[in-house]
Nanobody, 125 residues
Framework: QVQLVESGGGSVQAGGSLRLSCGTS????????VGWFRQAPGKEREGVAL???????AYQDSVKGRFSISQDKSKKTFDLQMNSLKPEDTAMYYC???????????????????WGQGTQVTVSS
């Protein structure tokens, strides 16, 4: 069992930055793949960034060059640094962990068996 708790959301103006953090507890030593997802009202939940602790990172095209996902082993967190934020980045952001695989097989939400409760990000123009 793993528990995930997101923090760091808030309201910013376009062009601003936020840093989201996904705190982990429980059997977190088995986490090899973490994803940050977001869901805007009326839209499907979509993957934003993935981190495979052994293979690297991946990003959705719309956030490449602006967002960065990283692992902080000392704090046991997986963080999402978001720069140059745009109004279209407004959404509830969730972190998720895949404990079924020792790597990130794909962006599919079905691979992720543990989810946090989400943190709201609002970007105003």
């Amino acid at each position: 069992q793993v528990q995930l708790v997101e923090s760091g959301g808030g309201s910013v103006q376009a062009g601003g930055s936020l840093r989201l953090s996904c705190g982990t507890s429980g059997d977190n030593f088995n986490i090899y793949c973490v994803g940050w997802f977001r869901q805007a009202p009326g839209k499907e939940r979509e993957g934003v960034a993935l981190i495979d602790v052994n293979r690297g990172t991946a990003y959705q095209d719309s956030v490449k060059g602006r967002f960065s996902i990283s692992q902080d082993k000392s704090k046991k967190t997986f963080d999402l640094q978001m720069n140059s934020l745009k109004p279209e980045d407004t959404a509830m952001y969730y972190c998720a962990a895949d404990l079924k695989h020792p790597y990130c097989p794909s962006w599919s939400r079905d691979n992720f068996d543990y989810w946090g409760q989400g943190t709201q990000v609002t970007v105003s123009s």
